[in-house]
């Protein structure tokens, strides 16, 4: 059995070694005295449940490892306790469902996870619980609708994803619900006739774009819906 201390006296670290080899429950401490991590080793990998520490004693990681990759349901934690994160692990890849939180305790985001890539539809929140935004990963890789919203809860922006790319018809909305302006993404960069509208649904802009800058001629309408092309 050995004990390691930090220069100021206090104990850093305590376990046992056999053959040379980390081996049974080891604990490791911050300067103040307070545990740091506690965990078992098993002939120098690290093995079975461990559990992680802040400066202030509260829990921030707790898990189980299995020869030195992290294995089963893993628990995450902020300084303040709350729940950060919550998912499983499997031969150190994120599998199955991960929930996300803020730190005032509500849920983030929820999903999930194959070999360590985001799979499927994911939804994601705002801190006041309302839905920030959801749409669908494929290997790791935002693809098909995804739509987007305001604190409120209210449609902010909808539209289509390629290889984690904006690609395909795009429409953002005012916070009346009133489109704000619609168009086309081609692999990120703006493409074709977008067109603009006020927020109570005229017309008053309507152009076009290629590799996402402003091309050709663009047509300006009064209120009395008149066109002006510049």
């Known amino acids: 059995y050995w004990k390691y201390y930090f220069e100021n006296g206090t104990i850093s670290s305590e376990g046992n070694w056999n053959n040379d080899c980390l081996n049974g429950l080891w604990i490791y401490y911050h300067v103040n005295g307070k545990i740091r991590e506690k965990g078992f080793w098993v002939n120098d990998y690290q093995h079975g449940h461990w559990d992680y520490f802040y400066e202030n004693g509260i829990c921030e990681t707790s898990g189980c490892w299995y020869y030195?990759?992290?294995?089963?349901?893993?628990?995450?934690?902020?300084?303040?306790?709350n729940s950060k994160e919550l998912g499983q692990w499997k031969e150190d890849k994120q599998i199955g469902k991960w929930k996300y939180y803020h730190e005032n305790g509500t849920l983030s985001s929820i999903g999930d996870w194959s070999d360590s890539l985001k799979t499927g539809i994911w939804k994601y929140f705002h801190e006041n619980g309302k839905i920030k935004s959801s749409g669908r990963w494929v290997n790791d890789k935002q693809y098909g609708i995804w739509k987007f919203y305001t604190t409120e809860g209210k449609i902010r922006t909808k539209g289509l994803w390629r290889n984690d790319l904006p690609d395909g018809n795009w429409t953002n909305y005012y916070e009346n619900g009133k489109k704000r302006e619609?168009?086309?993404?081609?692999?990120?960069?703006?493409?074709?006739?977008?067109?603009?509208?006020?927020?109570?649904?005229r017309l008053i802009i309507k152009g076009r774009w290629k590799d996402d800058l402003q091309n050709g001629e663009w047509t300006y309408y009064f209120e009395s819906g008149i066109p002006a092309t510049l």
Do not use: A, C, L, P
Request: net charge positive.
């Open 182 to 201: 619609q168009g086309i993404f081609s692999q990120g960069n703006k493409t074709g006739i977008w067109r603009y509208y006020s927020e109570n649904g």
């Open 68 to 81: 030195g990759r992290k294995h089963s349901f893993w628990k995450y934690f902020y300084e303040n306790g």
